[in-house]
């Protein structure tokens, strides 16, 4: 009977490796992952297969079926190794796949200390990026309010806005030139006009006078309450195709909102009491409306003649509504070389040009 054998402990193939074996088998394990190749060892033997598996027909051995191999689960050190090597790629490459994610980038100069910086940047999806803004229409640099001379002069004012659409489009626009007037027997305009309290603004396109209730006119059965009255650089108005050194409109409105405009035009000769009434309280800045301590007589600015042109056109500023009626007087007033100088220091011309009569009757008092 031959002797008793040892019991046989397949295992020992497997023990973990000695301390100076360890590191070496870290170094290959860490490259591996790295690098992506597996680790080969020569030390290390390879496995027999398990029980399970077969031999062909020539004798060798065989895997597993291949049922048996899909449905067992990956590795968890192939696992590890396939995320680490793809991390690393990504660092190597400056890539992110995801939007919003932070990439950590160390720089080191001597150790870990005073020196080391770190530098963080966010990597976004170039699709999370805002559109920029869209140019408004117009372009840059398109004016944005209307004025009487430049880009935004009166050719354009139509234009600028949809709701001065009626200053390119309008078909009873002011101011025209007055000729042919029909004469007939008008009746005269009614003035009830009083020494009144009153404001001075520079509004950027005229020096206006607001002035308190209190003065109306009554035209054609209608009351008219004065409003304002300001002034232009020529006159806009013409009287057969003469143009007088300014004008001055007396702005009056009825209960339905309804505009009637009395027209007066101021020539060089004698000094205006009322004119210098205003230019007195003329305010030191623009849009700033100056209260005056004395008051102001609106009737003092009329002719002694109180004869009358009436048409029916539109207001001569931006949004140029139409449905106004407009009340010229024929006779002119005095100006001094002084007042009229004072002005034009402030606003050289502000004028709308002529605009076309298109049949419009035009009346005459007698």
Known sequence: MSPARPPFTPMHRFAPPGPRQGSAWALALALALVS??????????????????????????TAAPPAAAASAPMDPLEQLRQRLAGKLANVKTGASTEPGSLRLVTQTSGGPGPTET?????????????????????????????????????????????????CGAGQRQSPIDIRGGLAVDLEPVKFAYQASRFGVIDNGHTVQ?????????????????????????????????????????????????????????????????????VWNNLPLE??????????????????????????????????????VQWVVMRQPVSMSAEQLELFARIYPMNARPLQQATGRRILQSQ
Not at 148 to 156: E, K, N
Not at 288 to 309: G, K, Q
């Open 36 to 61: 992506g190749t597996p680790a080969v060892r020569a030390d290390v033997p390879a496995l027999k297969p398990m029980k399970g598996a077969s031999k062909d027909s020539a004798g060798a051995e």
């Open 209 to 277: 006078a607001n002035l308190a209730s209190g003065n109306h006119i009554e035209l054609g059965g209608k009351r008219f309450e004065l409003v304002q009255l300001h002034f232009h650089r020529p006159s806009e108005e013409r009287i057969d195709g003469r143009q007088f050194e300014m004008s001055v409109h007396l702005v009056h409105k009825d209960d339905q909102g309804r505009l009637a405009v009395v027209a007066v035009l101021l020539d060089k000769g004698e000094a205006q009491p009322a004119v210098q009434q």
């Open 286 to 323: 623009r849009h700033d409306e100056a209260a005056a301590r004395v008051t102001l007589d609106p009737s003092e600015i009329l002719p002694a003649d109180r004869r009358y042109y009436t048409y029916m056109g539109s207001m001569t500023t931006p949004p140029c509504s139409e449905g």
């Open 118 to 166: 770190v530098q963080r940047s966010v990597v976004r999806k170039a699709a999370t990026a805002k559109p920029a803004p869209a140019v408004p229409a117009g372009g840059h640099g398109a004016p944005t309010h209307w004025s009487y001379q430049g880009p935004a002069g009166p050719q354009t004012w139509g234009g600028l806005r949809p709701e001065f659409k009626l």
